[in-house]
């Protein structure tokens, strides 16, 4: 590590980032009460690593683990503790803007679902995936190889298929 930023260049470095926090907020909880405490955990567990933040990679990279690895716990927690699988606020808004679309956005929609019932690291794989991220990025991200990274995406992109396939006939 070269050094620590300073107070005021780590949290504008957070907040310019924050978009990072949304998405995976939205991606891994299901009521906004749930997105607002990840959100909050995320954001305390960045301050209180911050000191592991190596200058020498981006801020972004560093993030995106931080806040995965938070969410991937946060939802481990709440899967333990839900006894009832109900519908969450995101898919009961999507199936109200379905209502007349066409079929591009009906798959978006599809596929955020499909991507929402996936499990932790799978999900993660598959936020960054859909965000450009390189193999490379999303190996260092989530701490795994680049070989591991692209078996994975290859195999969860066949469940997708497989899924839109089952949907569609």
């Known amino acids: 590590m070269n050094r620590e930023p300073t107070k005021e260049v780590f949290l ?3 907040l310019k980032n924050k978009g990072i926090i949304i998405k995976i907020c939205n991606s891994y909880c299901r009521n906004k009460a749930d997105r607002e405490d990840l959100a909050q955990e995320i954001t305390y567990q960045l301050w209180r690593s911050g000191k592991s933040f ?3 990679h981006t801020f972004s990279t560093w993030m995106y683990r ?3 690895n938070v969410a991937i716990s946060f939802y481990r927690k709440e899967k333990k503790s839900e006894t009832v699988i109900s519908i969450s606020e995101n898919e009961v808004a999507i199936e109200d803007k379905n209502d007349g679309s066409d079929e591009l956005e ?5 596929l955020q679902q499909f991507i929402s019932e996936l499990k932790g690291l799978d999900k993660a794989l598959m936020i960054l995936y859909l965000e450009s991220k390189s193999y490379a990025e999303i190996a260092e991200i989530l701490g795994i190889t680049e070989t591991n990274t692209a078996t994975r995406i290859s195999r969860i992109k066949d469940k997708l298929k ?8």
Do not use: H, R, Y
């Not at 009906?106 to 599809?110: A, D, G, R, V, Y």
């Not at 497989?162 to 006939?169: A, Y």
């Open 162 to 169: 497989q899924k839109f396939s089952t949907v569609n006939k």
């Open 66 to 68: 931080v806040a995965l």
């Open 12 to 14: 504008s470095l957070v």
């Open 54 to 56: 190596d200058t020498d």
């Open 106 to 110: 009906e798959n978006i929609n599809l």
